[in-house]
Nanobody, 116 residues
């Protein structure tokens, strides 16, 4: 299983970025996908999840600003991040949670830095 995240970078507060995560080695269409983040000195936290049926869940701090979506034809999950804040600065990780697997899988992470 491979998860390749991309799209991170440096952006000013109030700006936008779109993260992408391309998955291989899993049946993507039936896999719950998620984005997590880890800020310096903090624990990794859930940002957003999208189920195989495209139901979504967000952490309160990003509701109304971030949108998770998926393209099953491209085996890719996206995180559109708008109105970015300084506190969104973190390494963002893609996660895949396939059914009938004994574990979930993580990508290597992509750094998002929000500047003032």
């Amino acid at each position: 299983v491979q998860l390749q995240a991309s799209g991170g970078g440096l952006v000013q507060a109030g700006g936008s970025l779109r993260l992408s995560c391309a998955a291989s080695g899993i049946i993507f269409s039936i896999t719950q996908m998620g984005w997590y983040r880890q800020a310096p000195g903090k624990q990794r936290e859930l940002v957003a999840i999208i189920t195989d049926g495209s139901a979504t869940t967000y952490v309160d701090s990003v509701k109304g600003r971030f949108t998770i979506s998926r393209d099953n034809a491209k085996n890719t999950v996206y995180l559109q991040m708008n109105s970015l804040k300084l506190e969104d600065t973190a390494v963002y990780y893609c996660n895949a949670n396939p059914p009938r697997h004994s574990m979930s899988y993580w990508g290597k992470g992509t750094l998002v830095t929000v500047s003032s």
